[in-house]
């Protein structure tokens, strides 16, 4: 990605729209450099947030709106919350009256109606029939990863054990069949972290060392989920015929 990605057409679509709003946001904001090396989000994914060329993970924009228009130094440590959104928690770390508590709320509703249209498919194929696709490598290292923290339990032959109600929709979710939603990742984390030994009740112990890991785990499946998602809608539109970009 070039340090100074073209400017996207707003014109040409949602997820152009999309980019080039971001870059009127950070207009005379701190810059791409100075936000990776103090957030930890490589240059390269933030840089192409601001292309328009291909979704942005939720973390990346979630950054990018952090700095652009919350205030990082004005956040109260105090305030922190475990349990909270770790993409988007970090707005309630910031005084009730702060404008970039409203400014958040806001972008992460965009962002979230982008990702639905794009996933459905409504970008170029308003009543595309369905198609049937393989299982991507994206999808397939989520897949990996889950079935691995489900291993790392040893109850892989009792899961139901793990998982009740929620059983059938992990069998499915390690099938390839779908994909889960964020409140079902932190259900699946927190049940095998729990079998593994870990205290995760938010009024016992303090156990850092399972918050950590729950942190840690949670997060890097909603990046694999997110990733997953994009590809799943790349595939179905190669598989409809349409144009994918490199």
Wanted: with cysteine.
């Amino acid at each position: 990605m070039p340090a100074h990605p073209r400017i996207p057409d707003p014109a040409t679509g949602p997820l152009a729209a999309f980019a080039y709003a971001l870059r009127q946001l950070g207009e005379g904001e701190l810059s791409i450099p100075i936000i990776a090396e103090r957030s930890g989000v490589s240059r390269a994914a933030l840089y192409a947030a601001l292309s328009g060329t291909r979704l942005p993970s939720s973390k990346t924009v979630a950054t990018l709106i952090r700095w652009w228009a919350g205030d990082p130094t004005a956040e109260s440590e105090m305030d922190r919350d475990p349990l909270a959104d770790p993409v988007w928690g970090w707005r309630v770390l910031l005084p009730r009256d702060h404008p970039g508590r409203e400014a958040s709320s806001s972008w992460e509703r965009r962002y979230r109606r982008l990702v639905r249209e794009l996933n459905e498919g409504r970008v170029h194929h308003q009543s595309a029939a369905p198609v049937s696709i393989a299982v991507p490598p994206e999808q397939q290292r989520f897949i990996d990863e889950l079935q691995g923290l489900i291993d790392s339990t040893g109850l892989e032959d009792s899961r139901w054990l793990l998982f009740g109600e929620l059983n059938r929709k992990v069998t499915s979710y390690l099938a390839g069949s779908c994909l889960p939603e964020r409140r079902n990742i932190s259900r699946i984390v927190m049940a095998c972290l729990e079998a593994r030994g870990f205290e995760l009740d938010p009024d016992g112990p303090d156990d850092d060392e399972g918050w950590d890991l729950e942190f840690d785990t949670r997060e890097n499946l909603e990046e694999l989920v997110a990733e997953a998602r994009v590809a799943r809608a790349r595939e179905r539109r190669k598989a409809r015929g349409g144009r994918v970009k490199s």
